[in-house]
């Protein structure tokens, strides 16, 4: 065999290696594989007010770019309603970001009034409000390894009233 010869099939042996060894179809994710998955917030719902505070009900509206699905161990970050911190996100329940599809996730929130401001009974009244909202979203990858995926979303959001009861 002449040496150009061999030296081009000895190339195109390593290329097909390499190309092997990157995988495809969802087998062989690494994090630097997985899209981080585009969040906003759908709804706020207003599940209860007290004296105190009240809880919340945040509609997340997921969309997973990845060609596979990724199960979702839980979510975290902070809301923003009319540049007032309302409190933490905190939902510790299994969810499934289906592949390339958007899902929609109702995250709690309780709040305290103290720690709010009563310019914030104002915000809870209005029909939208501007949001900023900023966490993590905890998943599996599809060999079943952990990843924490940041995200950030700004927008206006529905404050709808679902009110389950008056006294907290």
């Given at each position: 065999?002449?040496?150009?010869?061999?030296?081009?099939?000895?190339?195109?042996?390593?290329?097909?290696?390499?190309?092997?060894?990157?995988?495809?179809?969802?087998?062989?994710?690494?994090?630097?594989?997985?899209?981080?998955?585009?969040?906003?917030?759908?709804?706020?719902?207003?599940?209860?007010?007290?004296?105190?505070?009240?809880?919340?009900?945040?509609?997340?509206?997921?969309?997973?770019p990845n060609e596979?699905?990724?199960?979702?161990?839980?979510?975290?970050g902070t809301l923003?309603?009319?540049?007032?911190?309302?409190?933490?996100?905190?939902?510790?329940?299994?969810?499934?970001?289906?592949?390339?599809?958007?899902?929609?996730?109702?995250?709690?929130?309780?709040?305290?009034?103290?720690?709010?401001?009563?310019?914030?009974?104002?915000?809870?009244?209005?029909?939208?409000?501007?949001?900023?909202?900023?966490?993590?979203?905890?998943?599996?990858?599809?060999?079943?390894?952990?990843?924490?995926?940041?995200?950030?979303?700004?927008?206006?959001?529905?404050?709808?009233?679902?009110?389950?009861?008056?006294?907290?």
């Amino acid at each position: 065999m002449h040496p150009t010869s061999l030296r081009s099939l000895t190339a195109l042996a390593l290329a097909g290696a390499i190309v092997a060894g990157c995988g495809g179809g969802g087998g062989n994710v690494e994090p630097e594989n997985i899209l981080i998955p585009h969040v906003e917030v759908g709804q706020v719902a207003v599940k209860s007010l007290g004296l105190t505070g009240g809880h919340l009900g945040v509609t997340l509206v997921i969309v997973n770019p990845n060609e596979f699905s990724l199960p979702g161990t839980g979510i975290g970050g902070t809301l923003y309603l009319g540049g007032v911190q309302f409190g933490d996100l905190d939902l510790n329940e299994g969810y499934v970001l289906h592949q390339e599809d958007t899902t929609r996730v109702i995250v709690p929130l309780t709040f305290q009034w103290t720690s709010v401001g009563f310019a914030a009974r104002g915000i809870l009244g209005y029909g939208s409000v501007d949001y900023t909202v900023r966490g993590t979203l905890y998943v599996l990858s599809p060999k079943g390894r952990h990843f924490s995926l940041p995200f950030s979303a700004s927008g206006s959001v529905p404050i709808v009233q679902a009110l389950s009861g008056a006294s907290h």
